[in-house]
């Protein structure tokens, strides 16, 4: 866990397979770098906070490229969808797994701090989950998507979701291993919020404008919010969508449908 965000690091990760629900929580410790010694100064303190940091964020790195590998021999699209709480990425991809369910295997892997109220939705659409509760940590971690993945079974060709912690910060910190992160902003945020959390819509592939069906009843200028998310990234692909009432979605489900490796003859 990270040292900057009030994670502890001693946090420890429930894991629930929700198909097989019964007798399959398990308490997870992602594994981590052993601790360094306590410094003697403040000096000292702040240079071993940032070399543990830089130590957490490597060995991270290594277990995505870890995932990436593995993701990518079984030809599985891996996307991190990353939002603040209440963006509505839950019911976007609800919406998204009733539509291509039919299509090719899918497969969700729920991060939240508690609850396995996410992922009681999803198991609803017919398709598989499995819920990480991270306790005190705001984000997942490449072990824990291991982890999950495990649970899941994956058939090849498969689409995963990783719906991440609702955080806009340290998720964009922390690889997964996912071929790109899905940036989900609503209407009722404000247009600024590319420009405030910056390294987030950096790393991210795609924007979902979502909840445009509000956009008669709140102060939320769409164009200048655009705006704001190519000048911190253009190469940013935006996609307006509503959960709601399916506008834009299709375009959304065919970005999908292009970037998912095709299976093997």
């Not at 000096?43 to 790195?61: I, K, P, R, S, T």
């Not at 909840?211 to 769409?222: A, G, H, I, M, Q």
Request: with cysteine; charged share 20%.
């Amino acid at each position: 866990m990270c040292t900057t965000c009030g994670c502890s690091s001693g946090a420890v990760v429930t894991l629930t397979h929700l198909p097989q629900r019964l007798g399959a929580v398990s308490q997870l410790t992602p594994e981590a770098p052993a601790p360094l010694p306590p410094p003697e100064s403040t000096a000292g303190a702040q240079h071993e906070v940032l070399h543990l940091e830089e130590n957490l964020l490597a060995f991270n790195d290594q277990l995505a490229r870890r995932n990436r590998d593995w993701f990518a021999q079984h030809r599985i699209l891996a996307l991190n969808l990353v939002s603040s709480p209440g963006s509505g990425k839950t019911a976007l991809l609800e919406s998204t797994l009733q539509t291509l369910r039919p299509e090719f295997p899918l497969a969700v892997i729920e991060g939240d701090q508690a609850t396995q109220h996410d992922a009681e939705r999803i198991h609803q659409t017919g398709c598989p989950a499995v819920q990480v509760n991270t306790g005190t940590g705001c984000h997942l971690e490449a072990q824990m998507v291991w982890q999950g993945v495990e649970q899941l079974a994956l058939p090849e060709a498969s689409v995963l979701f990783v719906e991440n912690v609702g955080n806009l910060v340290c998720p964009a910190l922390f690889d997964l291993g996912e071929a790109a992160k899905v940036a989900i902003l609503s209407v009722t945020e404000g247009e600024d919020k590319p420009l405030k959390y910056p390294h987030m819509f950096q790393a991210a592939s795609v924007m979902l404008l979502n909840k445009v069906d509000l956009l008669p009843y709140v102060d939320f200028d769409p164009e200048q919010c655009e705006a704001f998310a190519r000048q911190v990234n253009p190469d940013l692909q935006i996609f307006r969508v509503s959960a709601r009432t399916g506008e834009g979605l299709d375009a959304w489900h065919d970005w999908i449908r292009q970037q998912r490796p095709e299976p093997r003859p």
